[in-house]
């Protein structure tokens, strides 16, 4: 049975791998806040509660994934911020929350989702292609954007540290009908998902520390 770990499934994107997973068979742990984690128990998975923007929160999470032995990880987390389309500066507050959750979190919760895997195991963060620099032609989000590509660079980071311990991959899940990605996008979230899904399930160490779109595809960073 292929066990998963899935940070940041209180909706979303990160609720549909618990769904997806669950189908498939796998034993599920998820984080959710507060609230949410009664939707994802209710798909039969095993929900604790988890800030990833609050520093005792995410402190929790190490010892209970001690001795998992997790086939894969994948740290779903994210918020867009406010909706920009040019240079307009962000708030403080609004620049912190964003990347509390899409960078510090995960600069938290990446060495403890390491060591909950498996030899061989898969940590996966969700990115997004408007992280992109390389591919860039847009300064919509730009907050956003930076989060993102400061996110690849953890990903990246991690992938240097855990060469040999396991495969280590950023994921652009497409452009998907979700709240952040709102209603004229091209993908559902159960299609995002599952392709994400066929992608983690056929990395191989040439994949090791990069930045795969939807069906595989590498993005430049």
Not at 22 to 48: I, M, N, S
Not at 82 to 87: H, Q, R, S
Not at 112 to 137: D, Y
Request: aromatic letters at 6%; glycine letters at 12%; hydrophobic letters at 45%.
């Amino acid at each position: 049975m292929q066990k998963v770990l899935v940070i940041g499934a209180s909706r979303g994107i990160g609720l549909e791998f618990v769904r997806q997973y669950r189908e498939a068979g796998a034993q599920v742990w998820a984080t959710a806040r507060g609230e949410h984690c009664a939707a994802v128990q209710a798909l039969g998975a095993t929900c604790w509660e988890l800030d990833v923007a609050d520093a005792a929160s995410a402190s929790s999470l190490s010892w209970r994934l001690d001795g998992l032995n997790l086939d894969a990880a994948i740290y779903c987390a994210g918020l867009y911020g406010p909706d920009t389309a040019g240079l307009e500066p962000p708030t403080q507050a609004d620049f912190d929350t964003v990347m509390h959750v899409n960078v510090l979190g995960a600069m938290r919760l990446l060495p403890a989702m390491a060591e909950g895997l498996k030899p061989g195991g898969t940590l996966a963060v969700l990115s997004s292609v408007m992280a992109s620099i390389g591919g860039r032609s847009s300064t919509s989000g730009w907050l956003y954007r930076a989060s993102k590509a400061a996110l690849n660079s953890v990903l990246k980071d991690a992938a240097l540290a855990l060469q040999g311990r396991a495969l280590c991959v950023a994921l652009h899940p497409g452009w998907v009908r979700t709240d952040m990605g709102g209603p004229a996008a091209s993908l559902s979230v159960q299609e995002s998902v599952a392709a994400q899904r066929r992608v983690l399930a056929g990395l191989s160490d040439k994949d090791h520390g990069g930045f795969l779109g939807p069906q595989g595809e590498a993005i430049p960073w």
